[in-house]
Nanobody, 128 residues
């Protein structure tokens, strides 16, 4: 399993970015995909997750209504559309995957360690 994030960068507050996660070595049908972030001096935070059959989606309260997670099976890519960005969204964003259907529930419960497969991360910086 390999995950490679892209799309990070510097943006002004109120702007948008779209993160992508290119996946290889597994089938999206069998896995849940999650986006996490970690800011300097802070714990890793689950941002959003989508179940293997899209039956379940989770958003952290801090991003609800601003971020949208999606999967393109044909391209083996997961995306995180981030709108109305705020300085507090500044962090390294990671894509992660876990086999099975529990990934969304586990993120909601704060169990980031439940995800065994991780990308290298992409930096998102939001200036005020």
């Amino acid at each position: 399993v390999q995950l490679v994030e892209s799309g990070g960068g510097l943006v002004q507050a109120g702007g948008s970015l779209r993160l992508s996660c290119a996946a290889s070595g597994f089938t999206f049908d069998d896995y849940a995909i999650g986006w996490f972030r970690q800011a300097p001096g802070r714990e890793r935070e689950g941002v959003s997750a989508i179940s293997s059959e899209y039956a379940d989606i989770y958003y952290a309260d801090s991003v609800k209504g601003r971020f949208t997670i999606s999967i393109d099976k044909a391209k083996s890519t997961a995306s995180l559309q981030m709108n109305s960005l705020r300085p507090e969204d500044t962090a390294v964003y990671y894509c992660a995957a876990v086999y099975g259907i529990d990934g969304v529930e586990r993120m909601a419960a704060g169990h980031s360690d439940y995800y065994p497969f991780w990308g290298q991360g992409t930096q998102v910086t939001v200036s005020s």
